[in-house]
């Protein structure tokens, strides 16, 4: 693995970056200059005055906005890139029908090493507790060409651990949703190092690819033939490419996938048909079927809405799967859909429940960003990688009753119809 200390210069003026911020600030100081310097001074004729001005005032309006856009943007991890804002990015290569098992036949094991470079990502949050690296993946099996980025944690590069192989949660933004988001808006990096350092938490590799692959659609983490092959990119390419460039455990043991919104339904839907591919998967805010999002892809067809509900996947599994479940939401925004998968659940499969309090806020980035380091307490000891001290806010247990309330932070939106079945 290799890794350059910096990105190309053409991307410092990526709609994230420092630099483009930086510049509308200036330019919205132009902005508000340029009608006290010159409003009363223009010459001319009166209409070329008064056009003069209504320019001026356009421009101030203009970069306003701007401004603001791009502040609330970094703020929540909307768009990453200008593809993403425009809906001109897509990133399939092509999507073969991969057959059930979404490996269109492929022997993964006998595909050769993906040997990857890495640069330092740029952003909001991304130079945090050690930094979080990124990469420009071709994936083998599902024809996608994305980016994926990575944060070790801190004992990765300790000698004591230098034979050591680490747990890897896989981490999934909602829609519209950059990867970034989990490393700048909900400062998982900043959150976790601390009690990875005092053992409070377990040192896990976090992995987020980007999940926006087709312009103005949300792909549903589903294989479409002819389409996207989300499903294979996210549970094939990208673990075999983690597991062949860093020290990572082998799946399913030591692998789990986490999301919030949409990105928390695709987290479940994966584990639940993927118990040969992850362990565990955390769900904050997220719903069972696909329509609760209105811009899934598989969201507007009754089959692929079926196949891709994670319930009736649990309902309809001839041999229940070995995978435990953390689902976090309010009443209408994930609360129900949790109760939906607790009651189907059948051992071995595990499922824990924390119905969070309306009083907390909605569906935003300040009520998941407390919820990070429960959640990944709760996947330190499902993934067994150590016990979690006594008195921890989420209690060690495997079980498909029972909840917890959770005093969380405050938001101001809120999803409706996240817990509606087919």
């Not at 073969?96 to 993964?108: F, N, Q, V, W």
């Not at 990469?135 to 944690?153: C, D, M």
């Not at 377990?202 to 690819?209: G, T």
């Not at 479940?268 to 955390?282: E, G, Q, T």
Request: hydrophobic fraction near 40%; glycine fraction near 10%; proline fraction near 9%.
């Amino acid at each position: 693995m290799n890794l350059r200390p910096r990105r190309p210069l053409y991307r410092d003026m990526s709609l994230t970056g420092t630099p483009f911020l930086l510049t509308l600030i200036a330019l919205s100081a132009v902005a508000v200059a340029l009608p006290l310097a010159l409003w009363s001074r223009l010459r001319g004729p009166r209409i070329l005055r008064a056009a003069a001005r209504v320019l001026m005032l356009l421009f101030a309006q203009g970069t306003a906005v701007a401004l603001v856009f791009t502040l609330v943007n970094n703020a929540n991890s909307l768009y990453d890139t200008w593809g993403d804002l425009l809906g001109t990015g897509d990133h399939v290569e092509q999507a073969a029908d991969l057959g059930a098992d979404g490996t269109g036949g492929i022997a993964l094991d006998r595909l050769p090493r993906v040997r990857q470079t890495f640069v330092q990502a740029d952003g909001p949050g991304m130079h945090q507790a050690g930094g979080v690296r990124v990469t420009q993946l071709k994936g083998r099996v599902s024809g996608v060409n994305a980016e994926v980025y990575v944060w070790l944690p801190p004992q990765y590069d300790e000698p004591a651990y230098r034979h050591h192989r680490f747990p890897v949660v896989e981490l999934l933004p909602g829609y519209p949703g950059s990867p970034k988001s989990w490393f700048g808006s909900l400062r998982a990096p900043a959150q976790l190092a601390p009690l990875m350092r005092d053992g409070r938490v377990a040192p896990f590799i976090l992995v987020a690819p980007r999940t926006t692959l087709l312009p103005g659609v949300d792909t549903g983490c589903a294989n479409v033939p002819g389409t996207v092959n989300a499903d294979s990119w996210l549970s094939l390419d990208v673990p075999k490419m983690v597991m062949d460039n860093f020290r990572a455990q082998p799946a399913p043991r030591g692998w789990a996938v986490a999301g919030y919104s949409a990105g928390a339904h695709c987290a479940v839907k994966l584990a639940v048909a993927h118990p040969d591919r992850y362990r565990a998967a955390v769900s904050l805010s997220g719903y069972n079927d696909p329509a609760g999002e209105r811009d899934s892809l598989t969201g507007q067809d009754p089959a692929l809405r079926r196949a891709n509900n994670p319930c009736l996947l649990l309902g309809r599994a001839a041999t229940p799967p070995a995978v435990a479940l953390y689902l976090s939401g309010q009443p209408h925004d994930g609360y129900e859909a949790a109760l939906d998968l607790q009651r189907e659940a059948k051992a071995p499969t595990a499922v824990h429940v924390v119905p969070v309090p309306k009083s907390a806020g909605g569906h935003t980035m300040a009520l998941w960003r407390p919820q990070v380091v429960p959640a990944f307490r709760w996947l330190t000891v499902q993934l067994d990688q150590h016990r979690v001290p006594a008195g921890g806010p989420t209690p060690p247990a495997r079980s498909n009753a029972g909840s917890t309330r959770a005093a969380l932070a405050s938001g101001t939106a809120s999803r409706a119809a996240s817990a509606r079945t087919p």
